[in-house]
């Protein structure tokens, strides 16, 4: 599943190549269960000018020059690209007619994705916004270490908690609890002020490297313009199962921690 680094590379790719671009027709090869019907989906959108692309979380907004917001949720196989005009495939969900003859396309294989639309004023009310905490990158690591100071929970679940922590899946989990010498099962409240302190710090370092090398390529995600990010070169401990740790050649462990496998270092990552 894109995380917030794959997500935050694909809105700002849309935002560059979409603002000004206006919606003259749409089609719907056939929307995911979890979508916004048609029938009330596309009169909304019919017409509509692109004015921004954005990132919240994991899901990807555009904002329309009348207040429109339509918002898109990935998930596991979504992808949202804009690129020259083609006949529909069949992973295609909607796909949007632009002014210029190109076209943004919506496609899921493994249809766990949506596309919804909040009319003007509407969209601070959607229930997924209201529960969603901070953005890691738009908020001090000592207001985000604030979080999980009295939770008894375990730090790795904690983090992939959408309502603790904004963005944060699997792959980053894992990575900034390398970095900062955290075991994946350490409690909240068991974690030192200064180790929580370094945790976020380098969660946040972690995100921003991802941006800068335009996102992970785990699986077959790719960005906005079909290109994959080259960041699973930098991986520590994502994906690297019974190899060694780069910094002290122990062989990595896994666990089960959350529902969600973790990869770390025993001897990097000590229980505390
Ligand atoms: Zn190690």
Partial sequence: ???LPEVEVIARGLHGTLVGRSIQSVEVPGLTRLSEPADTLVPRIMGCTVKRVYRRAKVLLIEMDDGLSVVFHLKMTGRVVHAVKRTANKHDRIMFNLDDGSQLIF??????????SFAPGELDTWDFLQRVGPEPLETGAAELADLVRDRKSVIKGLLLNQSVVAGVGNIYADESLFRAGVHPETRGNRLSRARALKLFTELQSVL???IAENGSSIRDYVNADGDAGSFQNSFNVYGRKGQQCLTCKTMLKTSKVAGRTSVFCPKCQPKQ
């Fill in 1 to 3: 599943m894109p995380e």
């Fill in 107 to 116: 496609s899921d294989m493994r249809k766990f994705g949506y596309i919804r």
């Fill in 208 to 210: 921003g490297q991802a």
